[in-house]
């Protein structure tokens, strides 16, 4: 069995935020990440899904110790990092990467890919032949050692991706975090980069944690995912499972959701559109945050929070009427409805 | 065909820049018929926004439209800006990614609405309140006389689209262009406004184009597509030959490039797209192909009888181009 690299638990984050009532402002909390459990094997893919303002992100750069968790633990190779002091803070980003999506945003366009992908290492002072490392990462991540001298503005899209994930491998870290990394990119090139971490991963035994609102790119890359909605992870298993069997509501309605490319499929298939958007995570709806949405909601879910546990697919999930594998939620929604 | 709703014969648009000529599209032919929904897919830069955005007016100035586009017969290329204002709005409009910036923020939505129908209907301010109020509700906005006097800002992403959708059929135009309606919101938002355009097209029957780059969107709503590389159409067909038979290696590559069931590995296209300031010779796909032959380069190929649609490969009866695992 592979080792766990990461354990997180109970994990909190809060933001304080304003609201404008005329005159008067109102100081309010916005629990972005809220009680979450999850851990990451060595070399392994977890996947992260989940809609606009789910915590994604958020739950990524807490665990990067970008931001400050409100609550919980964050255990990195059996260390607590929580709390951990400036020091051990550095080492520790050694071993911690993070990949975003912007390729364009993400690179200082005044500065030679050379300096973009050596910073790392000088911020760590890591001694050693610099220009040799960074013609070693660049041919690592199939661009020409040559491409050094260049400035971020002579590459198209998928090579300034390609030039971030070298720039993030300097370290050899153990784990990546990667935020949309393909989101920016046409398919094409969406192809070549998703290939190329495949094979980085095999290759230096990377774990990542693949953020990603494009569910069959998480499918491909992932051995597990973890589905996120107002700040909780709803379901967690892996990934065959997930898109086989949900047994979350929710995830079901996600993959309903999502575009097949292929018109057989998609003029056969039974779909449940959720109504609505997202509710406010400012005030997020009672009991289970999913009522509002759910077509299969009782008044347990209004009061009552679903705590996770495993059912019989193998899976984690946070509800209080979990689908059965094979029954889909379109047949529920439809029974409800009769019986309403 | 005569009786398109639009038809363009060999479109183009040029961009002079300091480098050098953008040449964005280069020759384009394509009918939209009436009440037909169209998918016109293609990698960013392939000249998707440039082709609808030149037909209506709407680029910068410094943009060169050149050949003809007609819609119902009545030639727009060299219009009148009098005629384009009233073409706007009336017989085609246009929606985008970003409904906010469309939007003025200090206005209510319902003031908006009724500007639209204003420009070009005469309505009593009765009639105009009670068509906004029913435009609302064609595109699912829930209490729409409630929501008519809020602000764009009290809107989510997928509602301010729905306020979008309502102006752009405010006026029963026979053409809406969606020019990526769907690209800045979640899944579950987005198949919300796939249905709303597949709504409006069964109920109000007008005909829909649908610029995107995603053939599953493609796959789930549109009768017929366009594929676009290099600002050309590489191949037409309706959407199940597409899926079945797709005949232009640029568009099997496209195909191969997505995750599927059972593919372990993905096949992307090698390269990146072409430069538009110089534009590859003869078939602008042939420095990415993996059948490329010293022909491909010689001339423009254009569209022509494929396996089951018009293709724009000059190869693409010798090939037999398979997909693999399907999505
Ligand atoms: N610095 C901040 N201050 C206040 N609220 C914040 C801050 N950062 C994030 N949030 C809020 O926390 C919630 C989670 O945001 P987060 O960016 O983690 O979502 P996400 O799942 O990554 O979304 P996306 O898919 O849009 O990237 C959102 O409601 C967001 O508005
Ligand atoms: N205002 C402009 N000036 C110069 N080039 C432009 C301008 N607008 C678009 N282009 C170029 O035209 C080509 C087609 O762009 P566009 O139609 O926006 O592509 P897409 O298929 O992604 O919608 C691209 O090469 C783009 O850079
Ligand atoms: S014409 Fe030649 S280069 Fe172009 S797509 Fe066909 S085989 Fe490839
Ligand atoms: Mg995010
Ligand atoms: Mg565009």
């Known amino acids: 069995m592979a080792d766990t690299l990461l354990q997180v638990e109970g994990l909190v984050k809060e933001f304080d935020v304003r609201r404008n009532l005329g005159i008067r402002s109102q100081k309010l909390k916005v629990q972005a990440v809220s009680n979450v459990s999850f851990s990451v094997d060595s070399g392994e893919t977890l996947g992260l899904v989940g809609e606009s303002g789910s ?129 920016a990119l ?16 095999t290759e230096l035994n990377l774990a990542y944690m693949f953020i990603a609102h494009d569910l069959s790119v998480v499918r491909h890359t992932s051995d597990r995912i973890a589905v996120m909605y107002l700040g909780k992870i709803v379901e967690l298993g892996d990934s065959e499972t997930i898109y086989e069997n949900p047994a979350h ?33 400012i005030n997020p709806p009672s009991g289970c945050r999913f009522h509002t949405r759910c077509p299969i909601a009782q008044d347990r879910c209004r009061t009552e929070e ?35 | ?115 639209m129908l204003g420009a070009h209907q005469s309505l009593s301010r009765q009639e105009s309140e009670r068509r906004v109020i029913e435009l609302l509700d064609i595109v699912g906005i829930p209490q729409p006389d409630q929501r008519a006097r809020q602000f764009p800002h009290e809107f989510s992403g997928g509602m301010r689209q729905r306020v979008m959708i309502a102006m752009a059929i405010a006026n029963n135009p026979e053409l809406l262009i969606a020019d990526e309606p769907t690209t800045a919101l979640d899944v579950t938002v987005q198949a919300q406004i796939l249905e709303v355009l597949e709504r409006i097209r069964q109920e109000l029957d007008t005909a829909i184009v649908l610029i995107t780059h995603d053939l599953g969107i493609v796959a789930r709503v549109v009768d017929r597509v366009e ?53 590859p010779p003869g078939c602008a796909f042939a420095p990415r192909c993996a059948h490329a032959q010293a022909a491909c380069s010689a001339e423009i190929p254009d569209l022509r009888e494929g396996r089951s649609g018009l293709t724009a490969c000059i190869r693409s009866h010798e090939l037999q181009l398979e997909v693999g695992t399907r999505g």
């Open chain 2, 227 to 279: 594929v676009m590389y290099a600002g050309r159409a590489v191949e037409r067909a309706t959407v199940a030959n597409l899926f079945d038979t797709p005949s232009h290696p640029y568009t099997v590559g496209l195909m191969r490039s997505l995750p599927a069931l059972g593919r372990e590995r993905l096949e992307p296209i090698p390269g990146s797209p072409p430069n538009m300031l110089e534009p």
């Open chain 1, 249 to 281: 509501p929710y995830t079901h309605a996600l993959l309903s959701a999502v575009p097949v490319p292929d018109p057989e499929v998609e003029r056969a298939r039974q779909r449940i559109v959720l109504t609505g958007d997202v509710p406010s995570p």
């Open chain 1, 186 to 201: 046409d398919v094409s090139i969406q192809a070549q980069v998703l290939n190329l971490l495949g094979e980085l991963q």
């Open chain 2, 1 to 115: 065909m005569s009786d398109s709703v639009l038809s363009l014969r060999d479109f183009t648009v040029s961009f002079p820049t300091l480098y050098g000529t953008v040449r964005a599209v280069r020759g384009l032919s394509l009918d939209v018929n009436p009440g037909e929904f169209v998918g016109v897919v293609g990698e960013s830069g392939s000249g998707k926004s440039v082709t609808f955005l030149g037909m209506m007016g709407l680029l910068p100035k410094s943009a060169i439209v050149g050949g003809s586009a007609k819609i119902n017969g009545e030639e727009l290329v060299g219009a009148s800006n009098r005629k384009m204002r009233s073409v706007r709005g009336q017989k085609i409009s246009m929606i985008f990614q970003d409904p906010l910036s469309a939007l003025n923020p200090v206005h209510r939505i319902g003031a908006q609405i009724e500007e």
């Open chain 1, 306 to 340: 679903p705590a996770m546990r495993t059912v019989t697919g193998g899976q984690s999930v946070a509800c209080h009427f979990p689908l059965e594998p094979g029954v889909t939620l379109v047949e529920l929604a439809g029974r409800a409805a009769a019986s309403a």
């Open chain 1, 55 to 183: 915590g994604k992100t958020t739950l990524g750069r807490c665990v990067l110790r970008l931001l400050e968790p409100t609550a919980g633990s964050i255990v990195f190779k059996g260390q607590e990092i929580v709390g951990l002091s400036s020091d051990g803070l550095r080492a520790l980003r050694r071993d911690m990467q993070i990949v975003f999506q912007d390729p364009f945003a993400s690179l200082d366009p005044k500065r030679t890919v050379q300096a973009a992908i050596a910073e790392p290492l000088e911020i760590q002072r890591v001694g050693g032949d610099h220009p040799q490392r960074v013609r070693e990462l660049l041919e690592l991540v199939g661009l020409s050692p040559d491409h050094a001298r260049r400035y971020p503005h002579e590459f198209s899209g998928g090579q300034r991706q390609r030039i971030g994930i070298a720039r993030a491998l300097a370290l050899n870290p153990s784990l990546l975090i990667l935020d949309e990394p393909v989101s």
